[in-house]
């Protein structure tokens, strides 16, 4: 009998492998360095060591594999396609490679999706089948469940909420990562830093732009800087316009919000809730539904790619 579930997250810096129980209980946990520029090869033998570090000597007694990657990859063919993070790892067969290794039924997600599953059964959607999941970080990822099962589309390149088109202006077409990602918030801190403005950001960074990041601008904004608190709170409205879209596609129950800008709390949601009130159809999308923090911290990938084994691959919650 099935008492064990494998979950890898694979990264650009790092990769883990954790040992769940059936309940997505964590009893074992290994991680390592990626080192992607030793090339896809050398970076599959190493991600095979560490899910051996903590896979039982029965493999028997395991479920499934579950593995969490950077997209774009096709979950139906368990390829990897051409992750940014991850150079020349195009193509790369990994379902194939892991199950011929341990001879164990394997799942691949994107993270962003593989999040979202995450929160569905172990976090802040628990309960939840219909949900909308958004990571503010670096970039911006979704994950979209609709009716228990997650949306991937025909080549699992579906419900990229992030780059959906938000802003058409003098001819300029952007997405909502372009103008509210972690990058973006810094560049328009740095922009109005070099006309002058006066910001606890400068002091923050010793006068050097090039170090000034969204964490330092949150940080500005979490002592009161006026320019920070604005810069925050207009990324909050531009996800909240997000939201809008994914609430007129895909009417959900509850909207997740997860990654490291999302932690300067109602300084981002205060304005994504405001926005998401004004622009929305009509108050049956959105009076009954909330959107909150997400509930699980950094084994979110970790927990996520078990549950792709719990729901056979995003199937079924």
Not at 256 to 262: A, I, Q, R
């Amino acid at each position: 009998m099935s008492e064990f579930i494998i979950g890898v997250d694979l990264g650009g810096t790092q990769m883990r492998a954790a040992l769940f129980d059936t309940e997505l209980n964590m009893l074992k946990r290994v991680a390592d360095l990626t080192h992607a520029e030793l090339g896809p090869e050398r970076g599959i033998e190493r991600l095979l060591g560490v899910i051996a570090q903590v896979a039982p000597d029965n493999c028997e007694s395991v479920m499934g594999i579950g593995v969490s990657a950077p997209g774009p990859i096709n979950p139906h063919r368990g390829t990897i396609t051409a992750p940014p993070n991850l150079p020349g790892w195009e193509r790369i067969p990994m379902r194939k490679r892991i199950q011929e290794r341990f001879d164990c039924t394997t799942y691949l997600g994107n993270d962003a999706n593989v999040a979202a599953l995450a929160e569905a059964t172990r976090g802040a959607a628990q309960g939840y089948r219909y949900v909308v999941y958004l990571t503010v970080s670096t970039g911006i990822g979704s994950g979209i469940i609709d009716d228990g099962h997650l949306v991937l589309g025909s080549e699992g390149l579906g419900a990229e909420a992030g780059h959906t088109i938000l802003v058409v202006n003098d001819g300029r077409v952007s997405d909502l990562e372009e103008e509210a990602a972690g990058p973006a918030i810094a560049e328009k801190a740095v922009a109005r830093l070099q006309a002058g403005a006066e910001s606890r950001i400068r002091e923050l960074v010793d006068g050097d732009l090039e170090q000034v990041t969204a964490q330092i601008v949150g940080q500005a904004a979490a002592e009161g800087d006026p320019l920070a608190i604005e810069l925050i709170r207009h990324a909050g409205f531009l996800v909240g316009l997000g939201i809008v879209n994914m609430m007129h596609l895909f009417n959900p129950q509850i909207v997740v919000v997860g990654g490291g800008v999302s932690k300067t709390g109602d300084l981002l949601f205060e304005p994504m809730r405001e926005a998401v009130k004004r622009y929305t159809l009509d108050p049956a999308y959105y009076a009954d539904v909330p959107i909150v923090p997400a509930g699980l911290g950094d084994d979110v990938a970790l927990v996520g790619a078990g549950a792709l084994v719990l729901t056979r691959g995003g199937s079924s919650l």
